[in-house]
């Protein structure tokens, strides 16, 4: 998810059901990142990922 969008994401996991639902945000906006910038922006998301696959 990016940043910009994250409070959308935290608003539709409550009506869904899912109050505190966990997710990763990287910077946004991600369309002009270059192939490199997307790997350093996954890169610096994998502790959360993997805390958030593996709680």
Known sequence: ?????ASAAE????VL???GYG??????P???ATD????DMA???IGRVSDLLLR
């Open 43 to 45: 890169a610096s998301v």
């Open 23 to 28: 997710f990763a945000t990287i910077a946004h």
């Open 11 to 14: 608003l539709m996991a409550r």
């Open 17 to 19: 059901g899912f109050p």
């Open 36 to 39: 490199d910038g997307l790997r």
């Open 1 to 5: 998810m990016t940043e910009r969008f």
């Open 30 to 32: 991600i369309s002009s």
